[in-house]
């Protein structure tokens, strides 16, 4: 911590060094590599995929679960099935949880919702060619997406 003196000669040479130490403070870290800029900054920890949605079904879009978990969604090529778990990141005392897949036309939706310690799901629905929402809660907080993954594999959409 510095502590300026703003009422003396010597508080005034503090503050113009402070001062000056701010101004050229960009250009360091315009100078640092990136790579450690990156290793600088802090993660927010994520939960790993455990699966549990069952054999061939692999993870095609997640949402973070602010710090508390990651929810998944899972699809397996073979059965045209997407398959959603939440997990949380710190598996501890039973919390509520909720893991929840559907379509808008005809609305379906397939939840399962309950205090568990580790992750709430798995939830199959066939939905092959179809757009998915999908949704995990984790104790009041909600991640997931509306409308993705039409039809397709490709991450993220």
């Known amino acids: 911590m510095i502590n300026i003196r703003r ?3 010597i508080g005034a040479a ?26 600088a900054a802090p993660k927010a920890a994520t939960a790993q995929y455990n ?7 692999a993870v095609v879009n997640s949402a973070q679960i602010g710090t508390k978990g990651t929810v998944f969604l899972t699809y397996n090529s073979a059965t045209g099935k ?9 598996p501890g005392k039973a919390v509520h949880m909720t893991a929840s897949l559907g379509f808008a036309s005809p609305t379906t939706w397939v939840t399962d919702t309950g205090n568990f310690t580790t992750y709430a ?20 907080e909600v991640a997931g997406k509306n409308g993705t993954n039409c039809g397709s594999l490709a991450a993220n959409r």
């Open 7 to 9: 009422a003396s000669a």
């Open 121 to 140: 799901g798995p939830v199959h629905l066939d939905a092959s060619g179809l757009c998915v929402t999908w949704r995990g809660e984790i104790s009041g």
């Open 82 to 90: 997407n398959c959603v778990v939440t997990i949380r990141t710190k």
């Open 14 to 39: 503090v503050t113009a060094t402070a001062c000056a130490a701010v101004a050229l403070a960009p250009a360091a870290v315009a100078a640092e590599p990136a790579v450690q800029r990156a290793a």
């Open 51 to 57: 699966g549990v949605c069952g054999s061939g079904y």
